[in-house]
């Protein structure tokens, strides 16, 4: 019996579709992009063609500093995905940008010991070999 390692490549990848694009080339660009409403002032995410507070069709991307703090946080200790098996302890985050919205994310260069709720955190473009950027965030120290 043979057995192989699981690759980085091996990895889900998110698949960007029409509306998602600008926040996918805003991270290829090392910029946070999100939608705005233009009609009430609502920041958006995840990215749609519809605000969600007041159902108007007029968002605009905008580049925004990524800055945010931790609003939930858990620690998996055993790999969500074989492709993940070196990178447990893996801190799962979903944090709250300043512009409001929450979004799901993975802390790095962090102790899992030191994260608490409301620890103020920057992003990370994390580039990987096939060229797919993911937002990471880390400790703003």
Known sequence: ???????????????????????????????????????????????????????????????VSGRASVYTFTIARQATHPAFADEVPQVLAVVELEEGPRLTTTLVDVDPDEVCVGLAVLPVFDRDEDGTVLLRYRPAR
Do not use: N
Request: aromatic share 10%; net charge neutral; proline share 11%.
């Open 1 to 63: 019996m043979s057995t192989t390692e699981p690759r980085a490549a091996d990895k889900p990848r998110p698949v960007p579709i029409e509306v998602t694009e600008p926040f996918w080339s805003g991270l290829r660009d090392e910029e946070v992009r999100l939608q705005r409403c233009d009609d009430c002032g609502a920041w958006v995410f995840y990215p749609r063609h519809r605000c969600p507070s007041c159902l108007s069709a007029a968002l605009r991307w905008h580049t």
